[in-house]
């Protein structure tokens, strides 16, 4: 499933990020990356989630819709 | 004389400016929000008889920069010559952080980690072992907290000590073996090129694997055939891209020494920062605070400001009948004199009470981190103007200054939306500008034309984002870090405030007392009369306002502030609110004033940044679009 669809609150393992390699570039600098385990902690109604990493204990990122869209999760095991 | 130089390189929000301002004696910006360096700033510092130049560079996640301030940085590493770089390591996100040390090492330069907001890595439950980081990175490891001056004459004695005392490279971390051949081969063949300034070659061989375009563009000479076999070995075996090959290993040794270096305590219980922001960023009650702050945040400024004005404007007023006689005497010392009142008198019970308020008030806010909240909770507002929310933060310091704000465009990676988001910021109520509002409403309208005047700026904005977005493709999506809230420190506020208000009076005062003088000097030459008369069939015709105020508008070019300075001047009365003008002249004027053009210092900055066809192009849009809405709100309100 995409990050959109994704449930809040609920460990989730990056899969893959279907964006263009320069986002994909900005994704992996700010840690955001496939194999690592997130949490979706906001949605907003217009479909900006924000996530924040739980491999690294990373700070929380915002995403818009678009890019939610691009990062396929499953629930982490 | 030749000075070593120090430089301070990091992560956004990592706290670099707060240290440049406790190492320099030059106050540079800082605000808890990623990007609000976007420009190198340097400043001279004595350490033990000797004299360092250090240089504050914008903060950057990674050496393969992704917007224009992250480039600024990668340049000036790889182009200048660096004695000592000073990373700036924010505690709390040790791992993230990290992958840019290890990166750093790379290049070879002598460095130093400033492990800075130790404080808040313990708030968070966080314990880091200075020295075990210290053993494996091989480099000093000295734990600050800028913001307190904490660690800081440590650090700095340290870097005296690695630059003065010499310097052991520090072990570059290994990648795998197959990777680490191909950065071997690499390097083999970059012996015979010459490598530009203090950079070890190893960085550039890394590079020439990850992000060629980065080393290509220093290494001119190099035969790009060479390294081209390597890199594709490298592909062939992963699968995947060089550079996401390189990202991995960096972010594993990261994770590793994170690991060895670190470990949570007992996470305490929830942060009251966190429980805030489960309200502030909540889909239905964080667009409830979001308008509630935007309504205080106005209602504080023109209260104070009201106040403020109230006390020291009339108290000035009653100054000028010392020096009436002179006007028969001697008539052009009069209006010398009388310029030089004005212009004091303007800035002083004028501008500065409603400025004051704003400062204090920016400062605060800009502090806690709510800034880059309000980017995200605007986003899907702002997609339906054509832009994202990373725009957010520009617009938002336009509401301080626009030539800040057209400098933080740079942190918006797309060429598109940056050009939209620095066309748009002319537009912002700057606080000069939220000063002309502030005055004249409270002069002639009262707080509600404010709020009214406010939203409707903000309207012209989103119709003209929707208007310019026709002409260019998507804007691209929003990646933007949330900083963790914060408390606002009083002492940076005030600092912040005072560095603020004395370049107001540095740098703005004297153009609107000259301004004022230049202009009684005009009154007693005649030559308003003749600018007034050029400006009526606009002024006059168009917008149905007295045609003395006419001259006030290229005065107004030079500080916006200058415009209700001039104006009691130009109309002959001793009070801003004897002007005369009715509710809807003074809407208006108010209306024409903040869109019809930038003040010369934006015009330059705007020049510099997006080039002189934009400029004339936006300052010819930006008049039309304020003659348009004089004109509209004329007809509408004479009805």
Redesign the interface.
């Known amino acids: 499933m995409c990050l959109s669809d994704a449930p809040c609150n609920i460990s989730l393992k990056i899969l893959k990020i279907n964006s263009e390699m320069v986002t994909r570039k900005k994704l992996l600098s700010m840690g955001i990356r496939p194999d690592d385990s997130l949490i979706k902690i906001f949605e907003m109604n217009w479909g900006g989630v924000i996530v924040q990493n739980l491999t690294t204990n990373s700070t929380k990122v915002a995403l818009s819709k678009s890019l939610a869209n691009d990062i396929i999760v499953d629930y982490a095991a | 004389m030749q000075h070593k130089t120090i430089v301070l390189v990091g992560q956004p929000n990592a706290g670099k400016s707060t240290l440049f301002n406790v190492l320099s004696d030059i106050k540079s910006s800082t605000s808890n929000f990623a990007g609000t360096t976007v420009a190198i700033k340097q400043s001279l510092i004595n350490v033990n008889f000797d004299t360092y130049k250090i240089i504050d560079l914008p903060g950057l996640?990674?050496l393969?920069p992704?917007d224009p301030a992250e480039e600024v940085t990668v340049n000036f590493l790889l182009n200048h010559h660096v004695d000592l770089i000073i990373n700036v390591v924010d505690s709390?996100?040790l791992?993230?952080s990290i992958?840019l040390s290890i990166e750093l090492i790379e290049l070879g330069i002598p460095m130093v980690i400033a492990l800075n907001m130790q404080d808040e890595a313990s708030r968070y439950g966080?314990r880091i072992y200075n020295q075990k980081l210290k053993d494996i990175l091989k480099i000093p490891v000295i734990p600050t907290i800028a913001l307190f001056g904490k660690g800081v004459k440590d650090l700095i004695d340290t870097c005296d000590h690695v630059i003065t005392r010499g310097y052991s490279k520090p072990e570059f971390l290994k990648f795998t073996l197959h990777v680490e051949n191909s950065i071997n081969v690499i390097q083999e063949d970059l012996k015979e090129t010459q490598i530009p300034n203090n950079i070890d070659s190893r960085f550039y061989a890394i590079k020439l694997i990850e992000n060629p375009q980065i080393a290509f563009k220093s290494l001119k000479s190099f035969d790009r055939k060479k390294s081209e076999l390597a890199t594709q070995q490298i592909q062939i075996e992963h699968n995947t891209?060089g550079?996401?090959v390189i990202?991995?290993e960096r972010?594993h040794h990261?994770?590793k020494i994170?690991h060895l270096v670190s470990e949570?305590k007992k996470k305490k219980a929830q942060p009251f920062a966190e429980k805030l922001d489960s309200v502030l960023?909540?889909?239905l009650w964080g667009y409830f605070f979001l308008l509630l702050f935007f309504i205080v945040y106005f209602i504080v400024i023109f209260q104070v400001g009201t106040f403020i004005s109230g006390l020291i404007e009339p108290a000035m007023q009653t100054l000028p009948h010392y020096y009436e006689p002179l006007k028969l005497i001697s008539p052009f010392l009069w209006y010398t004199l009388d310029g030089l009142f004005q212009g004091i008198a303007g800035s002083i019970g004028i501008v500065l009470p409603y400025f004051l308020p704003l400062l204090i008030l920016t400062s605060l806010f800009e502090d806690t981190g709510y800034m880059?909240r309000i980017?995200?909770?605007l986003?899907?507002l702002f997609?339906r103007i054509g832009l994202?929310?990373k725009s957010v933060a520009p617009f938002i310091m336009g509401f301080g200054c626009t030539v800040p704000a057209l400098y933080a465009t740079r942190i918006i990676?797309n060429e598109r939306d940056r050009l939209i988001t620095g066309v748009l910021i002319n537009f912002i109520p700057c606080s000069a500008r939220l000063t002309v509002i502030f005055a004249i409403s409270s002069a002639f309208t009262g707080p509600i034309w404010t709020a009214f005047i406010f939203f409707f700026v903000l309207l012209i904005i989103a119709i003209n984002g929707k208007i310019l977005s026709y002409f260019f493709t998507k804007p691209?999506?929003?990646?933007?870090?949330?900083?963790?809230l914060k408390l606002p420190s009083l002492r940076t506020t005030f600092k912040k405030t005072q560095f603020k208000v004395k370049e107001f009076l540095k740098v703005a005062v004297p153009y609107l007392i000259l301004g004022s003088i230049v202009l009684g000097w005009f009154e007693y030459f005649g030559a308003s009369k003749i600018l007034n008369s050029f400006f009526s069939p606009l002024v006059t015709n168009v917008l149905g306002l007295p045609e003395q105020l006419g001259s006030t508008l290229i005065f107004g070019f030079l500080r916006k502030e200058l415009i209700i300075v001039m104006a009691s001047q130009a109309m002959g009365v001793k009070s801003f609110s004897q002007l005369g003008l009715t509710t809807a002249q003074a809407l208006v004027f108010t209306i024409f004033v903040i869109l019809y053009i930038p003040c010369i210092s934006t015009f330059a900055v705007f020049w510099k940044e997006f080039g002189a066809k934009t400029v004339v192009l936006t300052t010819i849009f930006s008049i039309t679009m304020a003659t348009l809405c004089g004109l509209f709100f004329k007809i509408i309100l004479n009805f």
Do not use: C, K, Q, W
Not at chain 2, 476 to 481: A, K, R, S
């Open positions: 996640y990674s393969n992704n709390t996100l791992s993230r992958e966080v891209d550079f996401e990202a991995y972010h990261a994770m994170t949570l960023l909540h889909p880059s980017a995200f909770l986003d899907g997609h994202h929310g990676e691209t999506g929003l990646i933007l870090e949330i900083p963790n």
